[in-house]
């Protein structure tokens, strides 16, 4: 379980960027993962060749991280595309 999260600079950017129902959706979704990473509602996976993870915002939105002892550093979010290049 996690203790604290960080968000960098350029990431809050980009957060604070997009429409409003994704911002709040992201904040609701970032809840559930510090509470339980595992939950069915975020689609958490492992990336391949990665240590970064993601977790699901919306269908269309997604955001990565990896963890850091304690801390869950937020490292991206954005469409699947822009973010997992799928």
Known sequence: MADNIVIPFSVLK???GLPKEIR??????LEILLKNPSHPGLRNEKLRG???WAFSITMNYRATY???GNNIVITMIGTHKDVLGV
């Open 14 to 16: 980009i957060i604070n």
């Open 24 to 29: 709040l959706k992201f904040w609701s979704q």
């Open 50 to 52: 990665a240590e970064d």
């Open 66 to 68: 990896f963890r850091d």
